[in-house]
């Protein structure tokens, strides 16, 4: 069974930091591609940052030059690192990952974890 497990969320103040953790546990052949999404009350859960396997990354323009997404393959874990926090981006953070699975045909999952609040006050 695989598991996404998130740490790292708190209430901050406006322009502070924060680093959200999302270590991948289980059996599975690959961890390919990698993200973080969020999710506003009210709001529809959006792409906040993704990486590659290869490393390759890609950011939501609102968070471009605030949040780096990193990730340490040897942990399977995958970082976000969100510095000049803003109100708005108080939200229901979420992991995503592509795991490539044992067995015929290699399937795929995609697996989710359970979710961190960030709360940021102005």
């Known amino acids: 069974q695989v598991q996404l497990v998130e740490s790292g969320g708190g209430l901050v103040q406006a322009g502070e930091s924060l680093r959200l953790s999302c270590e991948a546990s289980?059996?599975?052949?690959?961890?390919?591609?990698m993200a973080w999404y969020r999710q506003a009350p009210g709001k529809q859960r959006e792409l906040v940052a993704g990486?590659?396997?290869?490393?390759?990354?890609n950011y939501a323009e609102s968070v471009k030059g605030r949040f780096t997404i990193s990730r340490d393959n040897a942990k399977n874990t995958v970082y976000l690192q969100m510095n000049s926090l803003k109100p708005e981006d108080t939200a229901v953070y979420y992991c995503?990952?592509?795991?490539?699975?044992?067995?015929?045909?290699?399937?795929?999952?995609?697996?989710w974890g359970q979710g961190t609040l960030v709360t940021v006050s102005s």
């Open positions: 289980g059996t599975f052949r690959r961890l390919n591609d």
């Open positions: 990486v590659s396997s290869g490393g390759s990354t």
């Open positions: 995503n990952a592509d795991l490539e699975l044992y067995g015929s045909g290699s399937p795929v999952l995609d697996a």
